[in-house]
């Protein structure tokens, strides 16, 4: 494909999606399978609601415009004006939100490589159909994407998983150009001068996909005097949240530990704030941190960087931070790890 061919690929994905999306292709046959894998999901996932899973879909719609599109491809422009280069490159997909893969695989597609993919047990059926919906606007691709449950004949990895998965990874996979991804947290900081409203916005990013992403926040850094009172009023709508059974189970589970072991913490009834240092907390837990100054806030950040995803701030204040609301937003360039995941494809 050339890079007319690839960018006219990415805006008919987005337009059906959009269409999807605002209930215009419910009789097209692609629109209804989407709509039964979309209502079907929680069956084998039960953290894929029809919620989360719309979400998702519009997500890729909304990033997939053209002129984010314009932005992305002319970062790399004349390497992806070269022929294509038809390596093949496996992708290992974590599953832990819906379509979690479906960068990795658009960034395979539109480097000119092959895409062989390993999709997870949780995610099995929607990245796929992506596939196969992109397949129907470029039948090109049809001998370039595959899914497989083994890598074979492959010349490059992308792998995403846990700390304890990615040693796996690479000591299988070591000996091919790759990118292995580990665990990573999103983080919030509260300076104290948030609206009610912005802390609801804060609240998406907390609360979306059931806080299983890896750009979900999961600690704040508050000033050393922070009251959470309007915290706690601010995200009171999503109280709901509560009433998911695998959520709740987990709530009651860790509210139980904390009890049993006498560890102090604060709780409205569906999250549990724990003083912590670690980035990582549980599903219904958040970890938080007061800070005395912003010199030693930046100092602790600059300390974790290689463990954040990204961070969050009150109208990205703070550098190289996202404004609440946005962390499950992210642009095509906003690579997880940090690693550059079109450049990595495009030097094979």
């Not at 209930?23 to 079907?40: F, P, T, V």
């Not at 595959?146 to 000591?171: H, K, P």
């Not at 190289?320 to 790890?337: H, I, M, R």
Request: aromatic residues 12%; hydrophobic residues 40%.
């Amino acid at each position: 494909m050339n890079l007319q061919q690839k960018k006219t690929l990415l805006l008919k994905t987005s337009g059906f999606l959009i269409e999807f999306i605002n209930g215009r292709l419910y009789g097209d046959a692609y629109s209804i399978r989407l709509l039964d894998l979309i209502e079907k999901a929680p069956l084998k996932n039960p953290f894929f609601t029809i919620n989360e899973v719309t979400r998702a879909v519009q997500s890729i719609a909304h990033a997939l415009n053209e002129k984010d599109i314009d932005e992305w491809f002319g970062n790399y422009k004349e390497d992806l004006e070269k022929p294509d280069s038809r390596k093949k490159v496996g992708v290992i997909m974590a599953g832990n939100i819906p379509f979690v893969g479906w960068h990795d695989m658009v960034s395979v597609i539109v480097s000119g490589n092959d895409f062989i993919g390993k999709p997870s047990s949780d995610d099995a059926d929607l990245t796929p159909f992506l596939a196969d919906l992109m397949i129907e606007f470029e039948p090109s691709l049809k001998d370039r994407i595959q899914f497989t449950e083994r890598l074979n004949g492959i010349d490059a990895v992308i792998a995403t998983g846990s700390n304890n998965s990615a040693r796996y990874f690479d000591y299988y996979f070591g000996k091919y150009p790759h990118i292995i991804r580990k665990n990573r947290n999103a983080v919030a900081i509260i300076n104290g001068f948030e609206t009610a409203d912005d802390l609801k916005e804060l609240g998406n990013d907390i609360f979306r996909y059931f806080s299983l992403g890896c750009r979900n926040v999961s600690k704040l850094y508050v000033p050393k005097d922070y009251d959470f009172n309007l915290f706690f009023e601010s995200i009171e709508g999503f109280n709901p949240i509560i009433n998911h059974h695998k959520y709740a189970n987990n709530y009651d589970y860790n509210r139980t530990i904390l009890l049993m072991k006498q560890v102090p913490f604060l709780d409205n009834g569906f999250l549990i704030l724990k003083e912590d240092t670690s980035l990582h907390s549980p599903i219904s837990v958040l970890n938080y941190e007061r800070y005395e100054n912003m010199d030693s806030l930046k100092e602790i950040i600059q300390q974790e960087k290689e463990s954040i995803q990204c961070i969050a701030s009150l109208n990205a204040y703070f550098p190289e931070s996202l404004n609440f609301g946005t962390t499950q937003q992210p642009k095509l360039w906003d690579y997880a790890d940090g690693v550059d995941t079109l450049k990595f494809l495009l030097e094979l």
